[in-house]
């Protein structure tokens, strides 16, 4: 995954696992507020975002250089790939 921020552009190649925590406790938050988000959620969001790139830029950068629809796609794609990571984890069942 990337991202350009003005002149500069961040490469993540890979999710850290402390994403996958990070991914639940984000969308335990969207799961009580529904699309009532006020400042500290969209604080948690952009915090989301800037740890998933190893804290490489700020998130007042992330805001400056991207609309608001562009932080959401990234949210999405951060979330899919951690959980996607658990998902290629877990164990098979037993039959």
Known sequence: MKIKLGSKEYVQPAIMGIM???TLELNKVFQEKGKNIGEDEIDLIVDYVVLAFGNRFTGDDLLSYNT???VQDLVKEISEMAMGKVAKKSP????
């Open 68 to 70: 608001w629809n562009e």
């Open 20 to 22: 996958v925590k990070k």
């Open 92 to 95: 098979k069942s037993k039959k």
